[in-house]
């Protein structure tokens, strides 16, 4: 029987690097051989507590190393992670820990009143991770699994209704870990990896801790992302390579200019949402670094293209597919079978490899419209040039189709977020009884008089074609922004469409 096991990410450079510092939390340093070890006695609680191969243990606390104690104590008791959102309430918990048949919970001190609450709801037990598997017994090794057994459930945003448990395989995790930090943009064991993005998120875990681990470098936890005391923590640190979604860039853009000094940034990686290019090109003259762009979803492990220095990177684009991965255009008019496009053509973007997930848990009607032909369909537009480049225009849903023409939100976005005033814009559809849709940008000024909404308007109409500049300019002092740092697009529509239209 072959087996296979997310847990070897951490116990491979606990063997061949013991005494490196694997996680970096404030003044604490952890090396591999006391993380792993204090995995394993983890994990021998958590099978005290009835943890047995396959079974499902929510876990909830924010980027602390606690955190990375926990996600390989369960991985190496043969459980299953489902992590939890720390900025969910207790009812959208229970709501994670009922359908995911979740049979216990660990949680963070800080989290305490949603955990508790949120487990009453469904009758389960919850410990604080703090202080859990002190004095046990490590286990020896982890518990054998199989390439295909289930290693953690990720729940989609639910932009589109109640959240999907999407089901990621030991094979897809190992594997993500290993082409993101052999293949795409190799790190070297002697990185130090700022670790911002939040560890319950997939980007932050598989990309950030996963990849880390799998060349045995250092991974800096900041529990709550700030970006002037990351700048204080990356610099302190000496940290070399920098995972973020696009707003962590730009409030770390707004950062700099106060900071007494820069890191020394060999590598950056965006992903999560597109990155303004506008933002790209101030970001590395600033910080004298090269960011690379790039695509996933929870259905991907989450990692499908990249640019990357073999192929060279080009602002604008998410690269070329991960090794082992292929990224396609197929024509989203036809649902039943993947139907594949030309170079050139916008169509929604499928993919298929080995980071494609098993599906969705119990939803086989949403896993049967999602997996067709050997492909997974991910919602997105885009499109491959002739040099291989894969470019995300938009989702599929947030495509504005103004008078019959088809407005791609991004490419007004970028547009706009080359104004010097704007500092970050968001670009929705809203009803119109005459167009049918009317392009609306709401836009977070630099400062609270630093633009005008009619004279941003007037600029964005000498620089877009006339179906595609914005009629409605929105001013607002912040975005919404979810879990994970992403602008929640559904809750500018709630609040921008008239009350009568809604």
Not at 143 to 161: L, M, Q
Not at 473 to 487: M, Q, R, T
């Amino acid at each position: 029987m072959t087996t296979l096991s997310l847990a070897s990410v951490l116990a491979e450079p606990a063997r061949r690097r013991p005494d490196r510092i694997a996680v970096v939390e404030g003044a604490e340093r952890t090396s591999y051989a006391d993380l792993w070890r204090q995995a394993r006695c983890f994990a021998t609680a958590l099978t005290g507590q009835g943890v047995r191969p396959g079974v499902r243990v929510a876990l909830l606390a924010p980027n602390v190393t606690d955190f990375v104690r926990a996600y390989y104590g369960i991985i190496a008791a043969g459980g299953v992670v489902v992590p939890v959102p720390t900025l969910l309430n207790a009812e959208e918990a229970g709501y994670l820990l009922r359908h995911s048949g979740a049979e216990l919970l660990l949680h963070h001190a800080a989290t305490a009143g949603v955990a508790e609450a949120a487990a009453a709801t469904v009758g389960i037990a919850t410990h604080d991770v703090a202080g859990f598997g002190d004095g046990a017994e490590p286990l020896p090794s982890y518990v054998t699994r199989r390439p295909e057994d289930p290693a953690v459930i990720f729940y989609t945003s639910g932009t589109t209704g109640r959240p999907k448990g999407a089901v990621l395989t030991h094979l897809n995790l190992v594997l993500n870990a290993t082409v993101n930090a052999v293949d795409a943009n190799p790190l070297l064991a002697e990185d130090v990896v700022m670790g911002c993005l939040p560890l319950f998120h997939t980007f932050g875990q598989s990309v950030s801790m996963n990849t880390t681990f799998r060349v045995g470098a250092t991974l800096v936890l900041q529990p709550r992302f700030d970006p002037i005391e990351a700048l204080r923590i990356m610099v302190a640190e000496r940290a070399t390579i920098f995972f973020g979604v696009p707003t962590m860039y730009i409030h770390l853009l707004e950062a700099a200019g106060d900071a007494p000094a820069l890191p020394a940034l060999r590598d950056c990686v965006s992903g999560g949402a597109s990155l303004p290019v506008a933002v790209l090109e101030r970001f590395e003259e600033l910080f004298a670094t090269r960011i690379f762009e790039g695509y996933g979803l929870s259905e991907t492990s989450p990692s499908a293209t990249v640019n990357q220095r073999v192929y060279g990177a080009r602002p604008g684009t998410v690269g070329h597919p991960l090794w082992g991965v292929e990224v396609e255009i197929a024509d989203p008019d036809v649902q039943d079978r993947v139907v594949l496009l030309g170079t050139e053509e916008t169509g929604e973007v499928v993919v298929r490899g080995h980071n494609v997930f098993a599906g969705y848990l119990d939803d086989p009607a949403a896993s049967a419209a999602v997996l067709v032909d050997g492909w997974f369909r991910t919602g997105d537009l885009g499109v491959k040039d002739s040099d291989g480049f894969v470019s995300i225009v938009d989702r599929l849903k947030d495509l504005v189709i103004r008078g019959g023409y088809n407005v791609y939100p991004r490419e007004v976005e970028e547009t706009l977020a080359r104004h010097p005033s704007v500092a970050q814009v968001a670009v929705i559809g809203v009803p119109d009884p005459v167009h049918g849709e009317e392009v609306c940008a709401v836009v977070v000024p630099t400062s609270a008089d630093a633009i005008d909404a009619e004279d941003l308007r007037d600029w964005a109409r000498e620089r877009l074609g006339r179906h595609k500049y914005p009629r409605l300019v929105e001013l607002v002092a912040e975005l919404p922004l979810g879990p994970s740092h992403k602008v929640l697009k559904r809750e500018l529509r709630a609040r921008f469409t008239p009350a009568t239209q809604r």
